[in-house]
């Protein structure tokens, strides 16, 4: 079996990188071509009909997934805009999954309130990678790109705990408020502290074992499946687990991993998470058989139909709240901290409501429902609710995922002191390195500059960017090497002012590890 359908797969492999580059010659976001492309694959006769184990995404692509986009997010935005990132995070998930629940038990016939909010918990959480795939053709200033991924870091957890609890009250027809509350907030806390202890864990057996660069390297693939199995074992949230240890672990890179080691896992992480996105969402088009073939009793019109109603409450409800949150915000600034006291004016809340496009954790979600209750009977409308998903999910990416960009370069949402992500404090920040750099060797080492060519070299680095490093002994060597770890350390210190863009830090630490293994010290 696996021989005769490996030829199909790797088919899919080298579409999936074709799109991709289509849609970057296109400037187009890689998630709307890929569920396109599965999509317009699925319909070819004679093609394998796919059928997605909710399993392989909870469990195979969540974890690295979200893992990855820990390593990746700045923990000081993350840490300055907490409020309305946890808002959109949980509270307006809430609000979101309330709303289609009332919507759907009012004009879907034969739903009610508890498949309501089964449904609300399932297409509820927008997705990371693609509002971050289509960000990077746009410019936009890193408060919104901040929110909208810090959001989606946490957004997963919460609406998985409201489909886990609607689940439960669709096959017992009872929901106990307490008992909800309780165990919502062993989900969210229990997640948080096994995901702290298990990095710290990982962090202890990195640092104190005498491992090397692919030892680390697998020991970091190995960290968040761990993580996530650990807190689903105990029935608390394994997306929380992931990300706050991803979160320690990231924060903490330099204190146990070696540049090479950083390096190299810099290089496969890309590699392997470019690979579990594209397939998440080539998945999603070829998954359509398999769920339009499922509809019984519901017309493929009606069943769309209600597919663009839920999609238009969602939108609705997530531009409002973002409004909410800014008079929220705008009413009680002069008695709570905030990250920022000036008003944001009516653009950015549109444009955050805007950025709200679905992904495959919720087709996952829509999957990993049973086909029969526990006495035996077929679970209701769940092909129903299948094929309301799937219609969100395409929706949301190709109308919002399209238009969003368009939008942006529309309605500027630039305000006066905040800056475009350019290279402009990239290359600012690297002449103040320079410039401190100068300042350390010619106070530490002064005495030798005058006698030896070779320290003499080593200062020219930082006066002059394109003096080449030849000439350097291992002596002078050695000077640079410790010349770099106080360049990171200046890089940590600056990284707490208010103005600087974590961004430009992260790839002055990533040039560092490069020039410390091109030293070729041991």
Not at 21 to 35: D, F, G, M, Q
Not at 288 to 316: D, F, H, K, Q
Not at 444 to 460: E, K, P, T, V, W
Not at 474 to 490: H, N, S
Request: charged fraction near 15%; charge should be neutral.
């Amino acid at each position: 079996m696996l021989h005769q359908q490996l030829p199909f797969y790797l088919a899919i492999i080298i579409l999936i990188i074709l799109l991709i580059l289509l849609a970057n010659k296109l400037r187009v976001a890689y998630p709307i071509l890929l569920v396109l492309g599965g999509l317009g694959i699925s319909l070819v006769p004679g093609v394998p009909v796919v059928k997605i184990d909710p399993d392989l995404i909870f469990i195979l692509f969540l974890p690295p997934l979200l893992y990855e986009a820990a390593w990746s997010i700045s923990f000081k935005d993350l840490w300055k805009w907490r409020r309305i990132i946890s808002s959109f995070a949980f509270v307006v998930v809430f609000l979101s999954a309330t709303a289609v629940a009332i919507v759907s038990n009012h004009f879907i016939p034969g739903f009610s309130l508890a498949l309501g909010f089964l449904l609300g918990g399932i297409v509820s959480p927008p997705d990371a990678v693609s509002a971050g795939a289509i960000m990077k053709f746009v410019k936009v200033p890193a408060r919104f790109k901040s929110i909208v991924e810090g959001e989606s870091l946490f957004n997963d957890a919460s609406s998985l705990i409201i489909f886990r609890f609607a689940l439960v009250a669709v096959g017992t027809g009872q929901f106990v408020a307490g008992q909800a509350v309780a165990t919502f907030f062993w989900m969210v806390l229990g997640g948080i502290a096994i995901g702290l202890l298990l990095a710290y864990i990982f962090y202890e057996v990195h640092r104190l074992l005498p491992t090397n660069a692919e030892m680390d390297i697998v020991l970091t693939f190995v960290a968040p499946y761990v993580m996530y199995l650990a807190a689903e074992a105990v029935d608390s949230s394994g997306v929380m687990s992931v990300v706050t240890g991803g979160l320690f672990l990231a924060n903490r890179s330099h204190m146990f991993l070696t540049s090479a080691g950083r390096i190299k896992s810099h290089t496969v992480w890309q590699s392997i998470s470019f690979m579990l996105n594209g397939l998440v969402f080539i998945l999603i088009g070829l998954d359509l058989p398999e769920i339009a073939g499922g509809l019984e009793g519901v017309s493929m019109r009606s069943a769309i139909g209600y597919g663009v109603l839920i999609t238009g409450v969602l939108v609705l409800v997530r531009i409002v709240s973002a409004y909410g949150a800014m008079f929220f915000t705008l009413l009680l600034r002069d008695y709570i901290s905030v990250a920022d006291r000036r008003n944001p004016g009516y653009k950015t809340p549109f444009l955050l409501g805007w950025a709200g496009m679905r992904g495959v954790v919720s087709l996952a979600a829509a999957l990993s429902i049973p086909v029969h209750l526990a006495d035996g009977t077929l679970f209701p409308q769940r092909n129903l609710i299948l094929f309301i998903t799937f219609v969100v999910i395409l929706l949301t990416l190709v109308v919002q995922g399209l238009t969003l960009p368009y939008l942006i370069r529309k309605i500027p949402i630039l305000r006066e002191g905040e800056s475009l992500p350019d290279d402009t404090q990239y290359y600012a920040l690297y002449s103040r390195l320079r410039a401190s750099s100068c300042t350390y060797i010619g106070h530490h080492y002064s005495g030798r500059l005058q006698s030896h060519a070779a320290f003499q070299s080593l200062l020219s680095k930082y006066e002059d960017a394109d003096q080449p490093d030849a000439g350097m002994d291992e002596a002078a060597k050695a000077i640079m090497l410790e010349v770099i770890e106080r360049q990171r350390e200046w890089l940590r210190e600056w990284n707490k002012e208010e103005g600087l863009d974590e961004t430009y830090v992260k790839k002055h630490f990533y040039r560092l590890d490069l020039e410390e293994e091109s030293l070729g010290l041991k």
